[in-house]
Structures are given as structure tokens and as C-alpha cells.
């Protein structure tokens, strides 16, 4: 079976508002530095869980399907 790889909206807005967060102009701040690298702690984690789970979900179908051929 293959997977379909599709990115979720709520996680590709994310990434649009951080990027638009770190190119506006108060780079200097480190207020800004230290919350824009949380954010993008916390983006690539949720990216990679949501990747986690397209796997198992995968992992999961094979097996029903190879379970009703039986």
C-alpha cells in the first residue's frame, strides 16, 4: 500500500505565520529569537507526529487488509 503524502493546513499556516514572524524585522530581540525557536521546536515535533501516525495509520490498513485475505 502507498501513502499519500499531505501536508495538514493548520500545519502549513503555522509554518507560514513563523516564517513571517522571523523575517519582521525585530531579529535583535531576544525575546523574539527565544519564541520563534520554541515555535519551530513545537512545529517540527507536531510535523513529526503527524508523520508518525500517517505511518501507523498504514501499518494499521495493511494489516486489516491482510487479515480479510486470510
Known amino acids: 500500500m502507498t501513502t499519500q503524502?499531505?501536508?495538514s493546513p493548520h500545519l502549513a499556516t503555522a509554518r507560514r505565520l513563523?516564517?513571517?514572524?522571523a523575517a519582521a524585522g525585530r531579529?535583535?530581540?531576544p525575546q523574539?529569537?527565544?519564541?520563534?525557536a520554541a515555535a519551530h521546536a513545537l512545529l517540527v515535533l507536531a510535523e513529526?507526529?503527524?508523520g508518525v501516525r500517517l505511518v501507523m495509520a498504514a501499518h494499521a490498513a495493511d494489516g486489516h487488509a491482510a487479515?480479510?485475505?486470510s
Open 5 to 7: 503524502v499531505q501536508q
Open 18 to 21: 513563523l516564517d513571517e514572524v
Open 27 to 29: 531579529r535583535d530581540d
Open 32 to 36: 523574539v529569537k527565544a519564541t520563534a
Open 48 to 50: 513529526q507526529v503527524a
Open 67 to 69: 487479515a480479510a485475505s
